[in-house]
C-alpha cells in the first residue's frame, strides 16, 4: 500500500483478530471511520432494495445493524483503490482526437 493510504487506511496487523471480529453500531463505525451515519443508512437501503451490497458488509436483525470492523476497513481499501485508479486513468488517457466534416466540399 502506497504511504499516503496508510494515514487513512487501517492495516489488518494494527488490530488484535478478536477487535477485527468485532461488531460496530453505525455510531461507532462514524466515529472510528469516518463514514457518516447517513451514508452508511443510504447503503444499506440501497442494498436492501437492490440485492447488491453496497457500502460495507452489514448484519441486520430487524431495526439492528452491526457492521463487522474488518468489513470496514476492507470496504475502505476498496473505495480508496478506486478513487486513486479513477483519477489516475482519467490523467493517463489521451483525449479523443475530434475529426471535423471536411468544409471545403459544399453543395451547389
Given at each position: 500500500?502506497?504511504?499516503?493510504?496508510?494515514?487513512?487506511?487501517?492495516?489488518?496487523e494494527?488490530?488484535?483478530?478478536?477487535?477485527?471480529?468485532?461488531?460496530?453500531?453505525?455510531?461507532?463505525?462514524?466515529?472510528?471511520?469516518?463514514?457518516?451515519?447517513?451514508?452508511?443508512?443510504?447503503?444499506?437501503?440501497?442494498?436492501?432494495?437492490?440485492?447488491?451490497?453496497?457500502?460495507?458488509?452489514?448484519?441486520?436483525?430487524?431495526?439492528?445493524?452491526?457492521y463487522?470492523?474488518?468489513?470496514?476497513?476492507?470496504?475502505?481499501?476498496?473505495?480508496?483503490?478506486?478513487?486513486?485508479?479513477?483519477?489516475?486513468?482519467?490523467?493517463?488517457?489521451?483525449?479523443?482526437?475530434?475529426?471535423?466534416?471536411?468544409?471545403?466540399?459544399?453543395?451547389?
Amino acid at each position: 500500500m502506497h504511504k499516503d493510504e496508510d494515514l487513512f487506511i487501517e492495516k489488518f496487523e494494527d488490530y488484535l483478530p478478536n477487535q477485527l471480529k468485532q461488531l460496530l453500531a453505525p455510531e461507532e463505525v462514524e466515529k472510528e471511520h469516518g463514514i457518516p451515519i447517513s451514508s452508511l443508512k443510504y447503503m444499506k437501503e440501497i442494498s436492501n432494495d437492490t440485492k447488491v451490497l453496497r457500502g460495507p458488509f452489514f448484519l441486520q436483525d430487524g431495526n439492528i445493524t452491526w457492521y463487522p470492523r474488518k468489513a470496514v476497513i476492507i470496504y475502505k481499501r476498496k473505495i480508496m483503490f478506486l478513487s486513486k485508479r479513477s483519477s489516475e486513468s482519467s490523467k493517463s488517457s489521451k483525449p479523443e482526437e475530434v475529426k471535423k466534416p471536411n468544409q471545403s466540399k459544399q453543395l451547389s
